[in-house]
């Protein structure tokens, strides 16, 4: 089954997690999970990655949004 699994964590602020996670394209079984290390909060409603992580697994791209910074 596709996905984001954690495997270890060092927890820091209040449902936020950094760790290494196993992510996966469960459309595309074909193509091997991708170890990484990376930050997660846990009341995210959206997920950010790089460009080339989304290659490696195949995603296909829904919306893009661009950053402002101030």
């Given at each position: 089954m596709g996905g984001i699994h954690q495997q270890a964590d060092d927890r820091g602020a209040k449902g936020l997690f950094r760790g290494t996670f196993s992510l996966s394209n469960?459309?595309?079984?074909?193509?091997?999970?991708?170890?990484?290390?990376?930050?997660?909060?846990?009341?995210?409603?959206h997920l950010c990655m790089p460009e080339h992580l989304a290659i490696q697994l195949g995603l296909a791209e829904l919306e893009r949004r661009e950053v402002v910074l101030q």
């Open positions: 469960p459309t595309r079984p074909d193509l091997a999970p991708l170890e990484v290390s990376a930050l997660a909060d846990s009341g995210a409603v």
